[in-house]
């Protein structure tokens, strides 16, 4: 799953503001529209493994699944249209408004802590963060921007302890920077899955501790690894920590390097 949460400064949290001036009177709405639709929105679909959080004035969220969302199309106002009937909901003391549409009154720290309690990995998007090639992509990650203000001193406090990505030193629209965090996670999916159809088995181990030690060392020579764990058959139902059978699965044009590797470190490689 993936996450974005944007931080809408100015954006309305009373419905009754007209559709007409989401720039205006909606408090920038249009920009926090706008990037609600490059977090879901493909060419011809929706990307059902995103979950889109919006933060208004630090007091309400709401948040969109793609895997249950419906009638969201990419135009502006009728998205802005969808924010209005779930705050018409908040007021009428529901939780649920249009299908895939949540909404409740919360601050940015219990976001953050909910993020961490799901398992999501939280990440600033920030000019002034770790360079997106340096950076090592989490497989929940949970990206948290900005709209068109900079964080606020508040916001800048409950965020200080998350790691920053940065996608350049330019400053960049909301939608603009998650079009690029996209690009960046579709390459890792696209290499992972490469990575799956490719891999062939260099050798088996007893217990992930030894499994780890070749990992990490195969690692240091740019050996991408996957163990794969199966316990002994008719023992135990499931993979239980210490007696399963570790498999060490490296890509197939990896193969020859690691069996060597794991010969003069380790032992002799046993593939079969
Ligand atoms: C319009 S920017 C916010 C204001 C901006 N700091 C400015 O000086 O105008 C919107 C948000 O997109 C994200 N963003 C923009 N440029 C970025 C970059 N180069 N790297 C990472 N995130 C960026 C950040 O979350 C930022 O808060």
Redesign the pocket.
Known sequence: MKRFLI?GHKAAIDPSFTLNDLPGAAGRLD?LCRALGATLFLSHGIRRDVETHLLLQNQIRIRVSGQYVKRLNPDERSTAAIVKHALVALEEGKTRSTPGVEIERCDLSQVVDEFIRVGASPI????E?VPAADFIFPSDPA?????????SETDQRVLAELP???????????S???T?AHYLLDQQDEEDAELDADLVLVHKVWGDPKALMITSLLEDFDIPVVRMAQSPPGIFPMVVDGMAEVRIMVRSRDASKAQQIIADYFEEPTDE
């Open positions: 931080l920009v600033v998007l920030h000019e963060g990206f948290i921007l900005s709209d068109h203000m900079e964080f920053r990505l940065s996608l350049g030193a330019r400053a960049l629209h909301t603009q920077a998650i690029i």
